[in-house]
């Protein structure tokens, strides 16, 4: 019998990484699969980071690289200008906060991968969906339809969403484990992630099945880090955005992103950087952050 944990989706949410392990020191695991976006919108990321490190030194693990990790690599000294704003503070302070040692770790991990594990089904792990790392099952519903028409194994990993799901496909079944460090529950406050079992069978390759888990962890711990990390002067609108998704479970992230890349497109604007701050400021009086 093989039991994996699936997490994915941490944001630099380090409390929330602290209870899975502490979860499945309890409960122990034969390895940890990762699908990606281990930092980024949260206060203090090296904490994440360290646990990282502790993680891979004491269990066997399979980590991807995801699109939080991808736009660390692509801002590499800081050649996009980020800078404390709405638009992109709180990448702007992960940045600062990012070793060279850091992002060659990212650097080195692929973004999706097949794996294949002794006691179940081969599995195909992405961050996204395959070839798309930002692919979207919940909110591109014509992507959604097109992946679980044309399964690529019999199991395919996928976060990105921060939606915990399991789903039937053409030949396969897709799971998405939820986000560990924000997930969108509508609830709060908790940390999601998946437990996968898997039991050879005679000479046949057995099945997975799926476990999904909702923890909890020291919210009120990790909204003070807020505080005295110094990110809520750095991130502004989305900051608040991100303690509000917390608290509710709420996408309010996405929602902020959606509504001014809309108010963008009308303005004739090429990039979210671009919008004053009044308007992120009127932004946060509608979703009441």
């Not at 992405?126 to 930002?134: A, L, Q, Y």
């Not at 406050?189 to 069978?201: D, H, M, N, S, V």
Request: hydrophobic share 35%.
């Amino acid at each position: 019998m093989a039991r994996y944990a699936l997490a994915s989706d941490i944001h630099g949410n380090y409390k929330a990484l602290e209870a899975f392990l502490r979860y499945i020191e309890e409960y122990p695991v034969d390895g940890i699969i990762c699908l990606g976006d281990y930092v980024t919108d949260s206060p203090y990321p090296e904490k994440t980071m360290a646990l990282l490190c502790h993680m891979m030194e004491k269990y066997t693990c399979y980590l991807l690289r995801g699109n939080r990790e991808d736009y660390l690599l692509n801002n590499r000294d800081n050649r996009q200008g980020w800078k404390p704003s709405s638009a992109n503070g709180v990448l702007y302070y992960t940045l600062q906060h990012m070793t060279e040692m850091d992002l060659n770790f990212f650097a080195s991990l692929p973004t999706e991968r097949e794996l294949t594990i002794e006691g179940g089904s081969p599995l195909y792990i992405c961050h996204g969906t395959p070839g798309i790392v930002r692919g979207n099952m919940q909110e591109d519903r014509e992507l959604r339809e097109q992946i679980l028409a044309h399964m690529p194994y019999p199991y395919l990993l996928g976060g990105h969403s921060h939606c915990q799901e399991i789903a039937i496909g053409n030949g396969g079944t897709y799971i998405n484990p939820g986000s560990l460090g924000l997930a969108i529950d509508g609830v709060g406050r908790k940390a999601q992630f998946a437990i996968l079992t898997g039991e050879k069978k005679g000479d046949t390759t057995g099945s997975w099945d799926v476990q999904f888990l909702s923890i909890d962890y020291d919210v009120e711990g990790f909204l003070k880090d807020f505080q005295t990390s110094g990110i809520d002067e750095l991130g502004k609108t989305l900051n608040k955005a991100v303690k509000k998704s917390l608290v509710t479970g709420v996408n309010y992230f996405l929602r902020c992103i959606l509504a001014m890349q809309e108010k963008a497109e009308r303005e004739g604007i090429s990039s979210l950087e671009e919008l004053p701050e009044e308007e992120w400021k009127q932004l946060e009086e509608r979703f009441e952050l």
